[in-house]
């Protein structure tokens, strides 16, 4: 019954990530559709593994809600410590190595502007730029410039790690199988991606985080969670726009 949609879905996703690629004016047709200097035959394999790939996640997607099998009860003999765990230590080499964490010059200019140095505008999160103003401050205000990007970094890291471990945990408790929450753990521990982000202070890494969480939530929602889902999802809606470009 939903192939149909997830073929609709796939086209659409495979479709939308072509226009990113391309970098050529949206007002253009052929750049809607077509990549520069890209030969009509690869560019039909390059949409057929897109199509593919995209249509394989949206048809797992669809199985996994629809899924009849239930997982241990929440909060009962769920493993999280142990996939939290696995994913710091694999995060530490990278982590230690670029400590106290990198500042980007989007997170830069978003401390001036709390700071009173830099005008405030609309591609800065107003949410963030105080999250960040304030962590920065306090960090600097026990140890320096430095003290201010760690204290941002270690934000960032508390979450992110805590909105992975929670995606290992609900995975467990999916499928019943611990096992498969200690695969996704030692992917985010191992993967240098993860722990990059991490310690790369910038506003898409807390987005993610809350992305992440929002996701989450709104598997417990449709697979008939409690009614404190949706107030969960709500809030992490709010969050999920809050910390966007505009938000």
Known sequence: KNRWGALLSALFFAWNTVIWLSPRSPRALDGLLLLPGVRPLEMLLFYGQLVGNDYALVMTACLWLNSRKVGREAGRGSRWPIYAGVILLGWLPILIRRSPGS??????????????????????????????GLLFDLGRWLAGDNGGILMCMLAQLVLLSYAMTMACREVELATGKWKNGLL??????????????????????????????FVICFFRAVRGGQKKELWRLLLLGALVGATRKGG
């Open 103 to 132: 500042l980007y010059v989007d997170t830069a200019i978003q401390i001036l502007m709390y700071q009173g140095n830099y005008h405030f505008h609309a591609s800065m999160p107003v949410l963030l730029t105080v999250t960040y």
């Open 184 to 213: 996704l753990s030692l992917f985010f521990g191992l993967v240098p991606v993860y722990p990059s982000m991490a310690q790369g202070i910038i506003k898409d890494a807390i987005h993610s985080a809350f992305y992440l969480l």
